[in-house]
Structures are given as C-alpha cells and as structure tokens.
Nanobody, 126 residues
C-alpha cells in the first residue's frame, strides 16, 4: 500500500502563507491522483483540493478558491498545497490521500481515497 507523508504545517498569522508537501515513501506519486483534506476539531473531514495525475484537472472547496493551489513538482514525486491568505477558519489537521482508481479526473470525496498520510497541523492565529 502506498504510504504518504505530509510536511510543512505550522503556526502562521492570519494573512500568511504555508506550503504543504505530500511525498510517497513506498513509490512515487507520478501515477496517482492526490487529494488534500482537512479536519478541524469537532468537524468532519473536508476535501480541500485534488489534482488529476497529469495535473491538468484540479478541484477546490469553495472556501479555498483563489487562496489555495494544488500542484505537482516536475518529477511528480511530490504534491504541494500552497495556501495563501490564511484565515483562522483554515486551522485544521491537513491530510494528503491517494486515489488509485482515477487517473484523468479527481474527487474531493473522502470515500474515494484508499491511502492516507498521518496529517500535519496547520494553525492560523495571531
């Protein structure tokens, strides 16, 4: 099973930026749809963004459109989530996940993903 590791979380002030990274430790992510999810305390896990294998198709939650960008590096071994203009309501544990069933499209539904990372904490506070 694909193992995923997230990094890049931390504490940032409102309006600040963070870039999260997701790397596969068992094999590269170049043939896998990746999604980013988040879960705030007391809330259900939410699909934030996803990208198709070729990166041409991306989808975002309405709450992050225009602020977050999902992308792959040139070698497709790492998937990033660039988060700008962060708000306190973005505070959550962020997870990356892999969907082995799709290729040219992607889903923001948790049930479509079969491998998950351990998560990285993002806290937006002054």
């Amino acid at each position: 099973q694909l193992q995923l590791v997230e990094s890049g979380g931390g504490l940032v002030q409102p309006g600040g930026s963070l870039r999260l990274s997701c790397t596969g430790t068992t094999w590269a992510l170049d043939s896998t749809v990746i999604g980013w999810f988040r879960q705030a305390p007391g809330k259900e896990r939410e699909g934030v963004a996803c990208a198709s294998v070729n990166g041409l198709l991306t989808k975002y939650a309405d709450s992050v459109v225009g602020r977050f960008t999902i992308s792959r590096d040139a070698t497709k071994k790492t998937v990033f989530l660039q988060m700008n203009d962060l708000k306190p309501e973005d505070t959550a544990v962020y997870y990356c996940a892999a969907d082995s069933g799709r290729h040219l499209t992607c889903s923001r539904m948790e049930s479509d993903y079969d491998s998950w990372g351990q998560g990285t904490q993002v806290t937006v506070s002054s």
